[in-house]
T-cell receptor
Framework: DTGVSQDPRHKITKRGQNVTFRCDPI?????LYWYRQTLGQGPEFLTY????????KSRLLSDRFSAERPKGSFSTLEIQRTEQGDSAMYLC????????????FGNGTRLTVT | KNQVEQSPQSLIILEGKNCTLQ??????????LRWYKQDTGRGPVSLTI?????NTKSNGRYTATLDADTKQSSLHITASQLSDSASYIC?????????????????FGKGTKLSVKP
């Protein structure tokens, strides 16, 4: 399967702990996006990368959140000092970055903070 | 404020029937409009992408229309199947003048939850 893969699929953590998620995009895609989705809502934009450069961050992304994409390949999203409000599905997507390019989503990492 | 509103919030139809989902947006400047299908517990999958100059785009039994003047789009599903049960999300891409196209911050609607019953 050469689609977008995310790891882990599920993560349960205690409040205050740090967590890190990984996303492996489709190899030829230069754009990589992170979204957060809660039940009954559409995905909310967090941040995106063009190759290794982080071009935009949402105001939703507090200083407890950090994302990296070293070498422009896989990406990690870290949440420090997790809070119960961080519980959500974290989706990664990649694309070729052209105006008509679809986003290809992974199946997400579901985070539960207890 | 850039917003995407979808209606209805949920819809139940019988297998084999047609249905139409609506999307209104206030995004400006506007570059493109997308429809995604999201099965429960999975990531969204792209159905159609239309640029501001396109009026309609089909993908099998799915047909999307766009009226850029009224800022409305619809997704029509023909001869529904049980596997069409999912959330359908309308997504609008603002034009990013710095990067020459729709980049980064796509704006997602909350989706319409469709249930197809036998």
């Amino acid at each position: 399967d050469t689609g977008v893969s995310q790891d882990p699929r599920h993560k349960i953590t205690k409040r205050g702990q740090n967590v890190t998620f990984r996303c492996d995009p489709i190899s030829e895609h230069n754009r990589l996006y992170w979204y957060r989705q809660t039940l009954g809502q559409g995905p909310e934009f967090l941040t995106y990368f063009q190759n290794e450069a982080q071009l935009e961050k949402s105001r939703l992304l507090s200083d407890r959140f950090s994302a990296e994409r070293p070498k422009g390949s896989f990406s990690t999203l870290e949440i420090q000092r997790t809070e119960q409000g961080d519980s959500a599905m974290y989706l990664c997507a990649s694309s070729l970055g052209r105006m008509d390019s679809p986003l290809h989503f992974g199946n997400g990492t579901r985070l539960t903070v207890t | 404020k850039n917003q995407v509103e979808q209606s209805p919030q949920s819809l139940i139809i019988l297998e084999g029937k047609n249905c139409t989902l609506q999307c209104n947006y206030t995004v400006s400047p506007f570059s493109n409009l997308r429809w995604y299908k999201q099965d429960t517990g999975r990531g969204p999958v792209s159905l159609t992408i239309m640029t501001f100059s396109e009026n309609t785009k089909s993908n099998g039994r799915y047909t999307a229309t766009l009226d850029a003047d009224t800022k409305q789009s619809s997704l029509h599903i023909t001869a529904s199947q049980l596997s069409d049960s999912a959330s359908y999300i309308c997504v609008v891409g603002p034009r990013d003048l710095n990067y020459g196209g729709s980049q980064g911050n796509l704006i997602f609607g909350k989706g319409t939850k469709l249930s197809v019953k036998p």
